[in-house]
Every structure is written in C-alpha cells, then in structure tokens.
C-alpha cells in the first residue's frame, strides 16, 4: 500500500517555464488537495477536489491548475512559473466523513529561478 | 491575528523529557483537532486526532483539548531523539479537508 506518491521529488524550473507535479494515490479517498509551504507560513491551501470531475480554488489558487479525471490522480500545473512559486508542494487525500484526517505525500522541491 | 497560532521554536529538550507543544486559536467553531509530525524532507504523519474537548492518549504522546481557552497541547512522554522533527496542529470546524487549518508548525530537538 503506497498511500500518496508525489513525483518528481525535486525540480528547477526558469521563470516562464510550465510544468505538472503529479500526485496519485491508492486508497480510494474522494478529497484530494495540493498545499504549499514556505517557511513561518504554514500549509495553505492551493486546490482540492470532492472526486473524480469536480474541482475548486483553495487559499492561492493563482498561477495553480488542476484536474481530476480519475478517483487515483490529482495533477497540479504550474502555467508560468515565478520565482514566487519556489515552495515545497505536498498532496493529501482523506476519505470524506467523519475520522477523515488527510494523509500527506512526501512532497515536491520546486525552485524557480 | 492569525487563525491558528503555535510557538515556532526551535525547541531543545535532553532525552527523557517531558515536552508541551501548544497552538491556541480563536475559531470558537472548530471542533476537530490533528497534531502532524513532519520528519526533515518528508510529508506529515498523523499522530493524534481528536475531537472536541478532553484528552486523548496514544503510548507516549497525549493531546489536549481546553475549547474554553481555545487552547490545544501535545505532551511527548519520555522523550526520545527519534521525536526530532516539527509538529504541527491542524483544526477544522466540519471535518472537511478543505476547511483544515493548520499552524505554522514547532521544530523540536530531543539531544541524546
């Protein structure tokens, strides 16, 4: 049981480039999100979703797409990156109900220069 | 003010120690509450949820919930140097993932 792989775990990109974190997950859960965290700031909340079709806009959500075609993969594209966008991005799923805490992937190391 | 505030640290305790990591907040709504331990370059681990007030204990960790004083603690019985890593705490008023709000987090070290 994998629970939630995040892929790449480290990645550089130049100011303008785009690209997709991955996110996939094996236990079935309906509520996927993706965070960022920066230093003295916290987890914040960039996109989730309810289940495979449905998705919405988290704390800051600029700059941020996603996607759910599948219960499995939660997809993040970042359009045209900017240095602000340096982070280490995590994914998390839960069940929905109640007791559904989320459980987290190791994250993405993603510099923007 | 931010919604969840919890002290940054770091914090340094010797091997055996009792340890009291705390996050106040001022959502008189919220009324489930996490505590994530996040080793150095990984995602958090859940390691206590609770809901409303009271106590909860799991081997050697114990979380704390005062929803008068909107005040939540962790105590880490004898503490050992594989607790090194920071804790956070997590609270939503409806258990939705989306409404979790979370602290900052406090880096602890247990020196051996």
């Known amino acids: 049981n994998a629970g939630v792989t995040q892929t790449p775990k480290f990645q550089v990109l130049k100011t303008g480039q785009s690209m997709t974190l991955q996110c996939a997950q094996d236990?079935?859960?309906?509520?996927m999100s993706w965070y960022r965290q920066d230093p003295g700031m916290g987890l914040r909340l960039i996109h989730y979703s309810v289940g495979a079709g449905i998705t919405d806009q988290g704390e800051v959500p600029n700059g941020y797409n996603v996607s759910r075609s599948t219960t499995e993969d939660f997809p993040l594209r970042l359009l045209s990156a900017a240095p602000s966008q340096t982070s280490v991005y995590f994914c998390a799923s839960s069940r929905t109900g109640e007791e559904s805490p989320l459980h987290f992937g190791n994250g993405t190391r993603l510099t923007v220069t | 003010q931010k919604e969840v505030e919890q002290d940054p640290g770091p914090l340094s305790v010797p091997e055996g120690a009792i340890v009291s990591l705390n996050c106040t907040y001022s959502?008189?709504?919220?009324?489930?509450f996490m505590w994530y331990r996040q080793y150095s370059r990984k995602g958090p681990e859940l390691l206590m949820y609770t809901y409303s007030s009271g106590n909860k204990e799991d081997g050697r960790f114990t979380a704390q919930v005062d929803k008068s004083s909107k005040y939540i603690s962790l105590f880490i019985r004898d503490s050992q140097p594989s607790d090194s890593a920071t804790y956070l705490c997590?609270?939503?008023?409806?258990?939705?993932?989306?409404?979790?709000?979370f602290g900052p987090g406090t880096r602890l070290s247990v020196l051996p």
């Open positions: 236990m079935n859960h309906e509520y």
């Open positions: 959502n008189s709504a919220f009324q489930y």
């Open positions: 997590a609270m939503s008023a409806d258990n939705y993932g989306q409404n979790f709000v």
